[in-house]
């Protein structure tokens, strides 16, 4: 009789615990930007079941004039997409939605919005300690999509003893001569504001501080060893036009400077459809990295990207 009860026990555990998979409108409180932040989280399904055990866990960055649900919304249906992957074999991991703003996860370059600082010194610490995380860079990852491809980018670019894999989808990102034929309000709204250079034409837009974000000024030969510490899954739809142009061109700068990567490009562009596409190629490679498949590492060896050895395309 008491195996049965316990039996049922589980069953109603379990079964509450997938019903309450997304949770919406948790909040954290930080002192450094003086507000509280909401966030969304994910558990596991057996989070509560399973008392003691630990789980990776993944930052996914939104977009600019997104919020975390948009991660949930009718296009992207992260949630249905994770059920269906774990039917499918996808292991266990933790998986945390903060609030970006419009920061492009950075510190702004005077210093009032220092959001990066936050999320490195306060978020992730309190996302630690709330729940049971396995607290090192081998187990905590950031995936983003536009914007916050940026975000998944630059967060482990300026914090490789933080993270171990950054997952870029459509990266918001632009190469120099796209950023000097920005209209001047978009430039100062989107980018001047955060980077420095407002109301600058030419030039006057490429700070020194902007080149310590932007990846084309970080991924060269010199900062080889540091950056490849994080392993980098850069990923962009064939019809996303100059955002296609820009992540291809980081990628061939990458390719050239010897560093290891995947890169992809599918057909799709700048939509939440394409970025549920997108979570069926990164989440089971990141499993696989975190959990140490073989079947994954076989695949990832045959795709990587590296310095070519001849003219060739390869």
Known sequence: ??????ICLMLICSLNATAQRWQSNQHFHSEKLGMDLPYAIVLPADYNVESDKSYPVIYLTHGIGCTPEDWNDKYIQFENTLIQLEK???????????????SYYSNTYDGKFPYMDMFIQEFIPFIDGKYRTIADREHRATIGFSMGGFGAMVLPLKNTDTFCFSAPLSMSVRTDEMYLDEPLKWWNEQWGSIFGGVDQEGEGRLTDYYKAHCPYYQFTKDNLDELSKVKWFLHCGDDEERLLIANEDLHIQMRENGYTHEYRVDNGGHTGKYWRLCLRDVLPYLEAIFYGSTEWKA???ENEYMEPKSNQDG
Request: hydrophobic share 40%; no cysteine; charged share 25%.
């Open 299 to 301: 695949e990832a060896e």
């Open 88 to 102: 499918e074999g996808l292991g266990d991991m933790i998986y945390v939605f903060p609030t970006g703003f419009n």
């Open 1 to 6: 009789m008491r195996k049965i009860l316990y």
